[in-house]
């Protein structure tokens, strides 16, 4: 980087020594100048921080000697003081030391604002909130401690936000910085979720999303002649059933979804359920309250991406329904045949346990293994038998 502005020069070596790089230099534009003038009036500052103690003059040689080649740091104390600047180390101890005098923050919490501080200090952001905004910082803590502390049970995303830091917004404009925060005391916040994707799975939503449903389900008295029909997610004691399903599959993509309801299962013979990629706390509430309402007998599936974000959402959907779920399209088998190797920034796979997918989670987990999206497959009933090969 070249300078014609000796103040940004100076900044730029002051950056650079708090981001911890050694010996940084820092190059004038010589043939920016719009004139001598300016020119001289740069050479003179910086000949001046040069006099203080400041900075080193490193010239050119020959018939350019009397230019300047770079400027590096001398003495960074004497820098500090000669361009007036505090050094980020200190101003970040200074706002920590503020944070703490107006919030009471709880150990976890604690240490993270330990970590913005850290990171300020070598001038760099910290989960996407600048150097020095303690403001930002105060409220992505708050936020993020009275999740934890459940207080956003029930709420919207602005109604928490509002009663929480007295602004409706706040939670959306902090969401990444929020849900890094909660990534470090939550372990079932999946790692490859967006920011609101794993807020909605903790239950904060903008706004509740539709359950959307399929099969020989009546609303009322009333039985749509319709692929699938979409409810609130907290209205499933509206629905009945003409008669039992054969099966319930929840499907993670909705083109997936889409597809199975209107090819594979026409006649209704199963309930169909759109999970929605991640499924919210409202959603994973909903599967519950169905499965309560299915015989023993009829068996669960899942079809989910063959991938570590798939199996996080079969142990989430497992869990709420209260019992045990079956893989549907999902096995070693299909990954090696159909599957990609992983992305670089692959995810880490949830442990499966006892699950019906503990097999496939470990394939994951290996060097070699294969990723599959679902919509490289056509959509099939699942075996109707009640287990699964």
Known sequence: MKFTDPSALLSHLLDRHEDGRASARAYPDSSAFSSIVESD?????????????????????????????????????????????????????????????RTELSAPFAEHAQQAADTWSRNRRWAGIAPGDVRSLERTLILAQAIYRRRHIGLDYRTFSRRTVADSKALEQLEAAVTKVLRGVFIDIPEGATPREALGALGLEKAPPPLLLSGPITLGACQRDVPFVGIPADT???????????????????????????EADRNRRGLVLYGGGYPSAGLQKAFGSIARNIPAE?????????????????????????????????????????????????????????????????????????????EELDPMIPPLSGTAR
């Not at 629905?239 to 319930?248: K, L, M």
């Not at 991406?305 to 096995?331: C, N, Q, Y």
């Not at 796979?349 to 496939?360: F, Y």
């Open 236 to 262: 499933t004691d509206t629905i009945a059933f003409s008669r039992a399903p054969e099966y319930v599959l929840v499907v993670e993509n909705y083109t997936s979804f889409v597809r199975h309801v209107t």
């Open 41 to 101: 009036s740069f050479r003179k500052k910086l000949e001046e921080a040069s006099r203080a103690g400041a900075i080193e003059l490193r010239m050119e040689k020959g018939r350019r000697a009397s230019e300047i080649k770079f400027v590096r740091i001398a003495d960074a104390a004497s820098l500090y003081r000669f361009v007036e600047r505090i050094p980020s180390s200190e101003r970040s101890a200074s706002t920590l030391q503020d944070l703490f005098r």
């Open 298 to 374: 009829v068996p669960f599936y899942h079809w989910s991406d063959i991938d570590p974000d798939g199996i996080w959402i079969f142990l989430t959907v497992e869990k709420a329904f209260g019992r045990r779920l079956l893989p549907h399209l999902m096995s070693i088998e299909l990954a090696e045949k159909y599957g990609n190797p992983p992305p670089l920034a692959a995810g880490r796979v949830a442990k499966a346990g006892a699950s019906m997918l503990s097999e496939l989670a470990a394939y994951l987990s290996k060097p070699g293994a294969k990723y599959m999206e679902q």
